[in-house]
């Protein structure tokens, strides 16, 4: 089984519309991340924890909110989708205790194709 | 300016060549950098960190020059399930987060 899940895969939505999309871990690790990917700009952070109590903006949060509902689960939300959030979105994570440079190893879910139309 | 800038690409070798590609960084209090690779729009995956002094993983070498602000990444012998997208990822040491490049792809022909 895969260590990071994430669900949908894939879905469609018109504009408007609320869509939560859901990630869940068994790698047992403290921080989870939101991204988004959109060609020629790479991944972006949307929304990062580092703990169950802890939520933070990234570089792109208007428009999202999270929850971290427990240690293994991050959930995406849209409020109020609109065609331009149309992107391929990340969850991964990382393990704050590892060593060297393992904090920043980051473990991606499959991802989310995500179509606002 | 971004960031992290990578040369898009595409790299386009023979089985078998050698390829080498750079990312730039622009802000001198980064610390810690990698290289993800990626296949056709699936998950990002963790190549290998690149450690000050240069590091080498089997055919893939990876360099940082901090005095210029550039890594790179060096593929020996290329073999056809090296073609995908490499990103460079480069973490500050202000917030710890990650920045990432849009990618290079490279694609190896037989």
């Known amino acids: 089984d895969a260590d990071v899940t994430q669900t949908p895969r894939n879905r469609i939505t018109k504009t408007g519309k609320r869509i939560m999309l859901e990630c869940s871990q068994t790698?047992?690790?403290?921080?989870m991340y939101w991204y988004r990917q959109d060609p020629g700009l790479g991944l972006r952070l949307i929304y990062y924890s580092f703990d169950v109590k802890d939520i933070n903006k990234g570089e792109i949060s208007d428009g999202y909110s999270v929850s971290r509902q427990a240690q293994a689960k991050f959930s995406l939300s849209l409020e109020s989708a609109i065609p331009n959030q149309t992107a391929l979105y990340f969850c991964?994570?990382?393990?704050?205790?590892?060593?060297?440079?393992?904090?920043?190893?980051?473990?991606f879910g499959p991802g989310t194709r995500l179509t606002v139309t | 300016r971004k960031e992290v800038e990578q040369d898009p690409g595409p790299f386009n070798v023979p089985e078998g060549a050698t390829v080498a590609f750079n990312c730039t960084y622009s802000?001198?209090?980064?610390?810690?950098f990698f290289w993800y690779r990626q296949d056709c729009r699936k998950e990002p995956k963790l190549l290998m960190s690149v450690y000050s002094s240069g590091n080498e993983d089997g055919r893939f070498t990876a360099q940082l020059n901090r005095a210029s602000q550039y890594i790179s990444l060096l593929i020996r012998d290329s073999k056809l399930s090296d073609s995908a997208t490499y990103l460079c990822v480069v973490i500050h040491s202000n917030d710890y987060k990650l920045s990432f490049g849009a990618g290079t792809t490279v694609t190896v022909r037989a």
């Open positions: 802000n001198s209090a980064s610390q810690s």
């Open positions: 991964a994570t990382s393990d704050s205790s590892g060593l060297g440079t393992g904090p920043y190893e980051q473990y």
């Open positions: 790698k047992g690790h403290d921080r």
